[in-house]
């Protein structure tokens, strides 16, 4: 039982979909903030171990250096460490931009199911829908604001 907390109480887990530029990011990051939770993104979790020391980390260094690209394998079991630490069970999560759009190793239902078979699995789906001409243009916006 987690300390301070009701016997009831149930990390939230949750799993955000979208298009590119709907705001899964943005909504990610408040709710992290309201719940106290992590956020877990494929992007975030590499760029977590190739900072750290960790023998995941190191062997991500050493495909890049050798000019390879980090396949799916490894991006998923580093998301899969974090969604199975103390930290995920215990606080819940938010993740995002996952499932990956590359199925290089699984097609996204299988990557769906990978996720819906871990011990920390999301209890919450939100999907966000916005029309794909107000992405292009916030797209646009982003793009014109980083040349600047």
Same mark, same amino acid.
């Given at each position: +039982? /987690?300390?301070?907390? $009701?016997?009831? #109480? ?7 979909? &979208? @298009?590119?530029? %709907? &705001? ?16 877990? %993104? $494929? ?5 977590? @171990?190739?900072? %750290?020391?960790?023998?995941?980390? =190191?062997?991500?260094? =050493?495909?890049?250096?050798?000019? @390879? @690209? /980090?396949?799916?394998?490894?991006? #998923?079991?580093? +998301?899969?460490?974090? *969604?199975? =630490? +103390? ?6 999560? +938010?993740?995002?931009? #996952? ?6 190793? *699984?097609?996204?239902? &299988?990557? !769906? ?20 001409? #107000? ?6 916006? /982003?793009?014109?604001?980083? !040349?600047?």
């Amino acid at each position: +039982v /987690l300390c301070n907390q $009701p016997q009831w #109480f149930r990390p939230p887990r949750c799993i955000i979909f &979208g @298009h590119i530029c %709907s &705001g899964k990011t943005t909504l990610a990051k408040w709710l992290c903030d309201k719940w106290s939770c992590p956020l877990i %993104s $494929p992007t975030s979790m590499v760029q977590k @171990h190739l900072t %750290s020391d960790t023998p995941l980390g =190191s062997q991500m260094r =050493s495909l890049m250096l050798d000019g @390879h @690209h /980090l396949n799916d394998r490894i991006v #998923f079991q580093a +998301v899969r460490e974090s *969604l199975c =630490s +103390v930290e995920c069970i215990t606080r819940g999560y +938010v993740l995002e931009d #996952f499932p990956t759009f590359s199925e290089d190793m *699984l097609p996204i239902q &299988g990557q !769906l199911e990978f996720i819906m078979m871990l011990k920390a699995r999301p209890e919450y789906i939100i999907e966000l829908q916005v029309s794909t001409v #107000f992405a292009g243009t916030y797209l646009t916006i /982003l793009k014109i604001m980083s !040349l600047k």
